[in-house]
């Protein structure tokens, strides 16, 4: 697939190529309009030590004082994490664009907070970094600046939805090397549901996972999504809730799509 990708300059669904049968099926794939290749940047960067140190300044400064006095979360579990050192993986059911990270990063301990780079939604990211053509010039550059500070102020690199994620995954790698620990929202989307149900993970968490061998943190995340219901920005007291489980690991060759079932599980019950 990667031979196919470089020598066509496309950009294959992993999805729909695993599901090819025929080389009558690969031509199809390769003839879609959708398949030009996507362009997306991996900001190593964001992970150098005087941008680290900016980012730490700046979340005691505001970022941490915001979720405080708009949230006020409570986090269960911490004990969880004693006598864990990183990196790790974390996982998190997704609510809000706007409030998640900083309820992470609240509820994590300082050691994995300063250090933590943040997988977000590929294409979403991509469509700030190069907003439309058709926006007005001063909306188009507002975009692009929002990129710059969410990618130094949280550390984002983009996980694509559909396709390409097999370099986001190099990338998260790269950032564990660099003793990062990388969040991730299985389920890919922000929780649009009338109920407040999780979706599905994505299986990309149960390869993300075998990939990268280091310890899975589940986290949970109670409270946001009535205030998102309400539209309210501020949370009554103790209504949310950061709730952390107990780190675990996988053994050798287990199915990325079981992966990723048992972590949807473990999250749930959290």
Avoid: C
Avoid at 225 to 249: C, D, F, N, S, Y
């Amino acid at each position: 697939m990667s031979a196919l990708e470089e020598t066509y300059h496309v950009e294959l669904s992993e999805t729909a190529f695993a599901q090819a049968r025929t080389v009558a099926d690969v031509e199809r794939l390769l003839a879609e309009p959708g398949s030009r290749r996507a362009t997306y940047v991996y900001p190593g960067w964001a992970q150098r030590e005087p941008v680290r140190w900016l980012r730490v300044a700046v979340y005691y400064a505001l970022v941490w004082p915001a979720t405080e006095i708009l949230g006020h979360p409570r986090t269960l579990g911490r004990e969880n994490l004693r006598n864990l050192r990183g990196p790790v993986l974390v996982i998190s059911n997704h609510v809000t664009r706007r409030a998640d990270i900083g309820l992470v990063l609240a509820g994590l301990p300082a050691r994995f907070r300063h250090r933590l780079a943040t997988a977000m939604g590929g294409e979403s990211l991509e469509n700030v970094r190069r907003p439309p053509q058709e926006r007005f010039i001063a909306k188009r550059w507002a975009y692009r600046l929002g990129y710059w500070l969410v990618t130094a102020l949280f550390n984002v690199f983009p996980l694509p939805q559909f396709s390409g994620f097999r370099e986001s995954f190099r990338f998260a790698g790269e950032s564990v090397d660099r003793g990062y620990s990388v969040l991730v929202f299985p389920e890919g989307v922000v929780n649009h549901s009338a109920d407040g149900r999780m979706a599905p993970f994505q299986s990309g968490i149960g390869l993300l996972a075998e990939n990268l061998g280091i310890p899975v943190v589940p986290m949970r995340l109670d409270g946001v999504w009535q205030m998102k219901r309400e539209r309210r920005r501020l949370a009554h007291l103790g209504e949310i809730t950061v709730r952390i489980g107990t780190p675990l690991t996988f053994a050798p060759g287990t199915p990325p799509g079981e992966i990723a079932r048992q972590l949807e599980t473990i999250v749930k019950s959290l």
